[in-house]
């Protein structure tokens, strides 16, 4: 069983950055996807980042309207999950969610996931 566990919320301004952990017990297996997901009041939840580690090679995929913006990173020592953000933008607030599941389908779809942490909040103001 994996669980997941985020921190690192704030409230920001315009052009703030933040960091986002994940805290991992252990991976859906040897090859898996683990992601960060958002969902805005009255919205889906989307996909911003995910990472995928398959035979010890990884693979990055990023939302449209993070890139450049938005970095994810892993530390397998430390089993965490990071989102680092800047330039943060209104647009960008959210409950933000870690998530992970096995190696099969495409990274950045929520639905397919299996793990979730309880999510942390993000709010930009102008």
């Known amino acids: 069983q994996v669980q997941l566990v985020e921190s690192g919320g704030d409230s920001v301004r315009t052009g703030g950055s933040l960091r986002l952990s994940c805290a991992a017990s252990g991976y859906p297996g040897s090859s898996y996807f683990m992601g960060w997901f958002r969902q805005a009041p009255g919205k889906e939840r989307e996909g911003v980042a995910a990472?995928?580690?398959?035979?010890?090679?990884?693979?990055?995929y990023y939302a449209d309207s993070v890139k450049g913006r938005f970095t994810i990173s892993q530390d397998i020592a430390k089993n965490t999950l990071y989102l680092q953000m800047n330039n943060l933008i209104p647009e960008d607030t959210a409950m933000y969610y870690c998530?992970?599941?096995?190696?099969?389908?495409?990274?950045?779809?929520?639905?397919?996931?299996?793990?979730w942490g309880q999510g942390t909040q993000v709010s930009v103001s102008s």
């Open positions: 998530a992970a599941k096995g190696w099969f389908g495409s990274a950045l779809r929520p639905d397919e996931y299996e793990y």
């Open positions: 990472t995928g580690i398959y035979r010890l090679s990884r693979t990055t």
